[in-house]
């Protein structure tokens, strides 16, 4: 009679097809208990301070005396109200708008009509002219602030004007715009401007139809990083703009100053101020890293 082998059973394993799924269809591995520790800790330090802001704001001055960590109790609204009813903070907000649109329309208009060029043809000096756009971001607007401020005041004439400060605000934001945008423009395929070339149509023309439209991610994703960095500037404006051409951050320099015994309205302040910029941001965070993701790819 012959002996029966005898087989150890496995471990217990879950199948592939029974694990969570990602977009790509892969198993979803477990991760690093350490890493989301590190993540949360990053995300206290970083979320924490604009939540006690914005609670700050439904409190009471005694409350936060009484108590600064606690829950607002009642809830109060009239902080909120007395800055929504402040003439000035919609002055500084309007403000912080016309910049912000001037620079973001500056920023995107000519960021592709330079970028372009340095993806799309070939001349001998196209490399170091793309290397001197790389250069600019290592120059920053602080280093030139001085010369900025006689060539914006007595040169151009511009002081305390929204151009006077949507224009270096968007000179300084060119060079990152250029290396974003020329992946986008490198990685649409040459058979496709072949194409349009051989049914007529001009270069311009295959700019305006065929490119714009094809690089329409990276030319939302340097928009919305020129709006939000000129909605929070501060040092140029600080030197350039004056009384009721100040910005939001101006204004909530401003207002701390006049009311630094009102510590639950400077909350309120400071809250509304940034609202705007968080919420656009919020809203396109999708498309800045589908943005910033294309430009890598190219």
Known sequence: MSAVPVVAPRAATTPDRDRPKGRSGQAIQGGNPLVYAIALVVVALTVGPVLYGVLGGFRTNAQLAESPAALPDPWVLTNYTGVLTNPSFWKYALNSTAIAVLTTAIVVVFGVMAAYPLARYRFRWREPLFLVFVMGLLFPATVAIIPLFILITRDLHLGNTWWGVALPQAAFALPVTVVILRPFLMAIPNELEEAALLDGASRIGFFWRILLPLSGPGMVTVGVLAFVGSWNAYLLPLLLLQSDMKTLPLGVADFSS??????????????????????????????IVNGLQGAVKG
Do not use: K, N
Request: charged share 15%; glycine share 4%; hydrophobic share 60%.
């Open 258 to 287: 006049e009311h630094s015994a009102d510590t639950a309205g400077v909350f309120a302040f400071t809250t509304l101020a940034m609202i705007p910029a968080l919420v656009f941001f919020l809203a396109m965070q999708r498309r």
